[in-house]
């Protein structure tokens, strides 16, 4: 089974760029039909799928998102990476890394994903 582990800073300040990364274990990002994606839940709030990337390297984002976020394969050979520049407040959420089976953009429930990583707070803050 897949397991996914995000990692990153805690905390960013605004204007900066906020880098993570998922881990994966058990499966791998360039085989198989796995949608590697990542999602996140502001205070209070409900899921946002953020954008995700294929097998094949394929990247799909959040039109709202689209013009401050990039995603792309790690360094390592099972890892996936999320930037989103010029963060704000509003960025603070727990940020997700998890699977599905095609692309599912509208992340109105846990449940149309397969496996999900724990999740990690960002805070924005100066």
């Known amino acids: 089974q897949v397991q996914l582990q995000e990692s990153g800073p805690g905390l960013v300040k605004p204007s900066q760029t906020l880098s993570l990364t998922c881990t994966v274990s058990g499966g791998s990002i360039t085989s198989g039909n796995a949608y590697w994606n990542w999602i996140r839940q502001p205070p209070g709030k409900g899921l946002e799928w953020m954008g995700v990337?294929?097998?094949?390297?394929?990247?799909y984002y959040s039109p709202s998102l689209k013009s401050r976020t990039s995603i792309s394969r790690g360094t390592s050979k099972n890892q996936f990476t999320l930037q989103l520049s010029s963060v704000t407040p509003e960025d603070t959420a727990v940020y997700y890394c998890?699977?599905?089976?095609?692309?599912?953009?509208?992340?109105?429930?846990?449940?149309?994903?397969?496996?999900w990583g724990q999740g990690t707070q960002v805070t924005v803050s100066s």
């Open positions: 998890a699977t599905s089976k095609g692309l599912i953009t509208a992340a109105t429930t846990k449940n149309l994903y397969e496996s």
């Open positions: 990337i294929t097998n094949s390297g394929d990247v």
